[in-house]
């Protein structure tokens, strides 16, 4: 694999330190206004990988790594470091709370205008979205996790405060983004003959069957989910959608609290916005809502044992509705069992649009599920043939054409219009309102390493890791090369040439996502290697040959203290270890036998020449 997570994370993290800490301030700034999602994306792109790798860990100072510590030079040294980004974080919780200390989660500068020209009002700008609570969610944990070790070593009173301080708001915030999300998860049921139904039919139907068939197995399949959902009440729930079981239905995340959705019960008073979002689920607010939801049942987060016994009620709340949208999602990615709708790309929603980047976001769930059922190569590789075939449409492993639409996935990227952002709170009526998504590679490169890091056979895999290759090649290529934000992305110019360069400011929103993709990288490399059966099978066998030989020397008598026996003790030695790794790294063992085998060859060819037999 080319992609080397250590050596990329350090020039990103030097990157991010030298455009946003300025004159000794961490300066929120970048291609877009500020904004809680992308403040917290710009805060992410350090602590993630600090709270997710524990080779990059900066909560004990003595213990930071040289090349952390002069990646991170310009926050000072590794007892700085530390204070340095709560000041940074408590800046970025202050900021992004209201009075009675309310968390905001505001889309401000991420939302535009569907017709150009257009300007959304103050009041737009000012709802809620499911990126926020998500981005929030991971942002809010890093920052409770690093405090949670870091004040152990702390002795200073004030900076003590400071700390108990901090993780009182990061607290609040993530009970708040909790909280938000489970306002935010919808149902959306529909006839079988409404357009919504017909889209649905056509989309898992691969074997031409009978409308009336494929809506009866549709039930079947999906029974099971139904029943689920019937029990989810908590937040904006959707069990009142699935009355009429006639009906099918799907359920995931809307773009942001749904309207109507009933408040929360909390054990402190918590200002909860009226929703406007419309109750249908959007692919893109659903896979970034399960993504953030996943680090709540992370083992990190239990072991620091970071969650209050409130959250922990929202967590299993919230784990539900995870587990259910992750059922929902990958059957019908897999209905039928035959061709899976999910190969028959561009997938459609049942709004009636179609796009690769939406089959990418199914692959993106059922990645996911198949983590879950640790699924055989054999699902895994029709997963991945997926993704190679969307590299290519994508023209990330294949050459764009002039004014190729597949472009536009990139730059600008995908516009999803927020259904109901239109109509707001204070009775007023505003222009129609999008959220812009381009993060196809990432996306891209994020599920190819997860489905790599699944696959069992050396083959898969291989296969698996090239197309990682070639993925990153192209993220790579896209990367500022100067100006104040070089190091970070994104110029997509550099991979299209038909586009124009883009701002030389960082885009914290695909920056983020880079970061998340070497974090990805460098888990997957943490794992033990594949295990071979052939090389095992050798490793055996060569063990052992080498047992025997070297059994064979000691009852020749070559045990004395001389140079003879210290060789044979070495290579006991050697033996031992290649037995130790057999099972784990039969390739590692299978090294270590040629080499004590060729030391013992050594050793009777030395004793037949002394005694004049040549064999």
Request: net charge negative.
């Amino acid at each position: 694999m080319r992609i080397r997570p250590r050596q990329s994370l350090l020039e990103l993290w030097r990157a991010t330190v030298d455009y946003s800490y300025r004159d000794g301030v961490w300066t929120p700034a970048g291609r877009a206004e500020p904004n809680s999602t992308s403040d917290a994306e710009q805060l992410l792109c350090l602590m993630y990988p600090a709270s997710q790798i524990a080779a990059f860990k900066l909560d004990r100072p003595d213990e930071t790594a040289r090349d952390l510590r002069e990646a991170l030079a310009q926050l000072g040294d590794a007892v700085e470091i530390p204070r340095r980004l709560i000041m940074a974080m408590r800046a970025y919780m202050e900021r992004y709370t209201a009075g009675a200390n309310t968390p905001v989660f505001a889309g401000g500068s991420y939302l535009e205008p569907r017709v150009e020209g257009e300007l959304l009002t103050p009041e737009q700008r000012r709802l809620d979205v499911v990126d926020s609570f998500s981005m929030s969610i991971t942002l809010s944990l890093a920052t409770l996790g690093f405090l949670n070790v870091f004040e152990k070593v702390v002795r200073r009173p004030a900076l003590l405060a400071q700390i108990a301080e901090l993780e009182e708001m990061a607290s609040r915030r993530l009970t708040a983004a909790m909280v938000g999300l489970l306002r935010s998860f919808t149902v959306h049921s529909f006839a079988p003959d409404s357009p919504a139904g017909r889209v649905l039919c056509q989309t898992v139907n691969q074997r031409g069957l009978p409308p009336k068939k494929i809506v009866a197995e549709l039930h079947e399949a999906l029974a099971q989910v139904r029943a689920g959902l019937a029990e989810v009440t908590l937040g904006s729930g959707g069990a009142e959608e699935l009355d009429n079981e006639e009906h099918l239905f799907e359920c995931g995340w809307s773009w942001g609290i749904i309207r109507d959705a009933p408040e929360v019960p909390t054990a402190e008073p918590l200002d909860q916005p009226v929703g406007v979002a419309v109750r249908r689920p959007f692919l893109y607010f659903t896979v970034v809502a399960l993504d953030g939801i996943l680090d709540l049942f992370s083992e990190r987060t239990r072991i620091l044992d970071l969650l209050t016994e409130e959250q922990q009620g929202f967590m299993r709340a919230l784990q539900i509705r995870w587990d259910l949208t992750q059922q929902y999602w990958s059957i019908l990615a897999g209905f039928g069992g035959e061709r899976w709708p999910l190969e028959d790309i561009p997938w459609r929603t049942t709004d009636g649009r179609e796009s690769d980047y939406y089959s990418l976001l199914v692959t993106s769930v059922t990645v996911e599920a198949l983590v879950q059922r640790r699924a055989v190569d054999l699902d895994l590789a029709r997963v991945g043939r997926v993704l190679e075939e969307l590299s290519a449409r994508g023209r990330v492993t294949r050459r764009a054409l002039e004014e190729d639409p597949a472009v536009e996935m990139h730059v600008p990227g995908v516009r999803l219009n927020l259904y109901g952002a239109e109509d707001l709170p204070s009775g007023q009526r505003g222009p129609e309102v999008v959220w812009p998504v381009a993060d196809f590679a990432t996306a891209l490169l994020k599920r190819t390493i997860r489905v790599a890091s699944l696959a069992g056979g050396t083959e898969l895999r291989d296969r698996l890791l090239r197309l990682t290759d070639d993925v990153w090649d192209h993220l790579h290529l896209r990367r500022l090369t100067s100006g104040p934000a070089a190091g970070l992305w994104d110029d997509a110019s550099a991979a299209f040439p038909q586009l124009k360069p883009e701002d030389q400011a960082p885009s914290w929103y695909l920056t983020e996502r880079v970061m998340e993709c070497l974090v990805v990288a460098a888990t997957m490399i943490n794992e033990a290697p594949l295990r071979n059966d052939r090389l095992m099978v050798m490793a055996q066998d060569l063990a052992i040959e080498a047992d025997h030989l070297y059994s064979q020397e000691l009852l020749r008598g070559a045990t004395d203290a001389g140079p003879v026996g210290r060789r044979l003790d070495h290579l006991g030695r050697r033996l031992e270890r290649a037995r130790a790794v057999a099972d784990s790294r039969p390739g590692t063992a299978i090294a270590i036998l040629f080499e004590v085998l060729g030391e013992l060859d050594e050793l009777v060819a030395a004793r037949r020449s002394r005694q004049g037999d040549p064999e």
